[in-house]
């Protein structure tokens, strides 16, 4: 039996790579999320409202006037000036991609007459030689690609490509695949062998020419794309103030083993060198991104999934330089990490890769939008003080409906219309369940049906039609998973941080059980930011303690856990926060003096039970103070 | 008796008030620094290297070059485009600053040609109006004037007025006073009472002007500064994407309390508004300086005299956002938190603005600088990882030469060039020490020789000649101080963080003797980024521990005090480290998981002594690891 999908379906999801995978993703049309559930919902909310929201911001800031002003045959607004950051033309390419994916899920066509309307509009302002972008098209004195450290060229017309890409997998739209061949042919023609060797200041297009590539089969985008992956990090690119490792331009992608620099460039690059790899086969290069990541998730990860901890340059800082306060952990970055960490996965089948694609999923990416799915995080902080000024965009106390650098919004947009295409895969041998959410799965004949409460409750109940191996990710942190089927034989007992394996019959049920009792969790003692606190957890999510469920006149910052106690559960019905901790702690009495001679700490401090939320719902109720790692009493 | 002496006088050092002070600074002529002493030294290799180093560093950057092309009559080089950043001019203006304290305090002449060379160069770039500016003359586009938020232009003016100052105190040189007041008289005419109502993004000038009306007694220039002052914080600047806190202009000053934004352009404001209150009296000015110093100093400042944690916009963070390792802890910021200090202490004679005076002298701002005077931190961690990334200027593994924003090396050099000048005060009742140095004091007929090892040992000798009474600072951490008098009377008994009052007769000796034993200081538990660790201190020195100095296999990282075990002292005939500590500590396991099940600690590990050398002597023996805050076992 082999259950491998033919690479060029319709329906295909994100980066399915045509010839190396270890694993195959599964086409989006063999996957139905559970629209009750977390993952599930998150699709329903991001159809009703957040890529509603993502349109009509594109209009209401100037993205799509950017293109009109341009178009003289439609002349609706020639005069102004270009509006917004140099990259603005890619928020719109966010937003169409997010478009691709859901109408590939639903088949939606509530956005059809944009769509009409915006493809006229990019094919007229598009130049003839392919050329497309707005900001260089619109500026008097820009160049086509005369400043490639600054203008995003590549970088946008990779969102492009992603665009259109998803737009012909989802609806089988040509004239947004046709607009950005156009643009990858320039490509091809201008940075060939022969060409230029340019590269851009911000990776993203290595992804895109590879998609683009699996979805066309044209081999010169691959070519095109390994030339962008071979020539970075040759100081092609002029470093500005904040060094060449900014651009990603530091050292040879081979070489460049330490995750530095802008961590969504940093990430984007890995996911790109990745795909490389998958459509290459050359094995120094998934060498080099299995170093790449041991730096990245092993030294400079937040507990929730964020990456890059500088606000200054938006980047990694040294190893274990993760203040929970100043974390920058961008929105854009835990999905770039999610990303690479799916490419890694596909290519390797390993389970750590998954594991990090939850994490990212449920607790960085989970936090940065509301429960209306129309306000957002750019940065990702894991406490904020009493005290804090959250005038500033860059740090925020509540998520803002836009940005003036809007990238995040609808990067959440496309990643949760596509979000189904990251839950399974397929091998020779039957079906590989990565994120444990409720669902139906099918590969050629077999079909997995998940329920689950997940991950508010450790019961996985599978049930599979057809016959073959299933597998199912036991998290790392499920010590004393156990399992029980019916109709099937268990090839591999639930290892946490490994794949429970199953023969299954036709008819089978698997029930995997993890055991969900809230847990401490501390951090290597070279996280200087965060040492003597642990951050609580249960099951994949982390949780906080806000202000706002604290007693008047007790302030977050004067809390210490107890950590000997048990911590109990409330259930609530809640959608939001479901399962609450409760934390046995003492109110701390708070200091006078900034600095004063050290006396050994008394224990003393007024006995107090606090309730802990998830991470991913804090500031749901206005601005509030708030921690994820806790000091201990 | 009274001890006032003339405001007029020549010599007189920087920040005299004509008015209100609490207590009057000595002039210059009148103290004599021992140059064999810390203080004292650095004034010699300030005048042996600093200064030169300064000079040279303006010529080779282009700084004199951006002058010379404005000058039609010299043609030196007319050709070329305005080098450097857009307050280049300053860099200039702040070591013609230092050479005229440096003249005043030795008579050189060394610099007598290059003096006449630059007044001439300026009297021939000033308009006719009086305007001057070499980067809005020299880039076209640009109007006087017009961006205040961004160009400078006063922040320029204002470090022209301070170095017109200094060098006509120092040296009587009319010249650059000519040319400064001519640009002084362009703003009181051009923003005057009925002018147009700006000021500049980046405060200086209104310090600046004060000490320009001390100098000539112009009343207009005070009132100008005034205007300055008055019209902060009601928006006039356009903000940038760091707020109108970066610029100073979120609140008018009376009730802007909180330290916050871009940190050295709070503190020359600070020391401008307190300028202006020692001028007009005006208390609620006081008032607000009082509370915004709280915030400052009590919730925001280094224990090693460092202000402003934040590398993004240089700014202040939250309240106890005080992370060791990415401290920006800018240079200058120290030098005008002890300007601000000094110009409240005038105030109010209150030991604590001394001693924060003495805190950032001897640790932040002495470790920005190498025992060669040559090179230089612009910021000034507190701790540095192995595996730091030292590849940026603003988080370098070691001091730079130079940088290309200047701002900090000439900023040095006129400090420590007017340094004898903040060390000791009168007023009617006799003379006040602030810094615990050596060298000779005189105000009217009363002479005070201070003989001592401080900050090495904690004997302070003081022989006084002529009647008077004598205040002697005792810092805050020196309890159990004594105090053993001849010829004299106790007034007022030792007593940490206040002043030792005696009143003395001819002849009189005073010996003041300080513990120096080490000890350990914590931060407020609020400051969650030292949880768990301690600095250590002799002295008003704060130590660290340096990777060079442990064996190999160990790391700084690894390393646990143990709080119990009793620190010895090493002494070395050594200059810049002659008193070494010596610590027990443990040595801690590394960890392998970045996250992990949290387990009650064991204190396990080796036992190891180390050593500790003064906060201000690292990174002389090349890059390396070094931590302040040490963690307990």
Known sequence: ????????????????????????????????????????????????????????????????????????????TPEGKFRGFWFADSDLYKTLEAIGWEIGRTGTDQWAAMLTDVAGLLERVQLPDGYLNTYVQGTPGEVPFDRPEFTHELYCAGHLMQAAVALHRGSGDERFLTIARRMADLVVRSFGEDGRPIIDGH???ETALIELYRETGEEAYLRAAELQVERRGHGSLEAGRFGPQYLQDHLPVREATEAIGHSVR????????????????????????????????????YITGGHGSRHRDEAYGDPYELPPDRAYAETCASIAAL??????LLATGRARYAEEMERALLNAIAASMTHTGTAFFYSNPLQLRNGHDGSSEDAPSERLPWYDCACCPPNLARLFASLHGYAATSDASGVQLHLLTPGTFTAGSMKVVVETGYPWDGDVLVT?????????RVPAWAEGATVDVAGARVLAEPTPGSYLRVSCEDGATVRLTLPMTPRLVRADERVDAVRGCVAVERGPLVYCVEQVD??????????????SASITEEHAADDITPVRLRLSAVIRPLGSALYEHYEPASATGAPITVTAIPYHAWANRGPAAMRVWLPLA
Chains 1, 2 share one sequence.
């Open 266 to 301: 940093q990430l984007y690059l890995a996911a790109g060198v990745t795909d490389l790899y998958l459509e290459n086969g050359d094995q120094t290069l998934l060498d080099a991104m299995e170093q790449l990541w041991e730096s990245a998730f092993g030294t400079k990860m």
């Open 203 to 205: 990776p993203e297009v």
């Open 464 to 472: 599979v039609s057809g016959q073959g191996e299933l597998a199912v």
């Open 550 to 563: 604290l007693p008047d006149g007790v302030l977050v910052e004067q809390l210490r856990l107890d950590p």
């Open 1 to 76: 039996m082999n259950l491998h999908i033919d690479a060029l379906t319709r329906t295909l999801g994100p980066a399915v790579p045509r010839r190396l995978a270890h694993l195959t993703p599964l086409p989006l049309s063999a996957v139905q999320l559970d629209p009750a559930s977390l993952l599930g919902g998150w699709q329903e909310l991001n159809a009703a409202a957040t890529i509603p929201h993502c349109v009509q911001n594109v209009e209401r800031t100037g993205v799509i006037a950017n293109f009109r002003r341009l178009d003289e045959a439609g002349q609706e």
């Open 339 to 344: 990303q690479w960490c799916w490419r890694m």
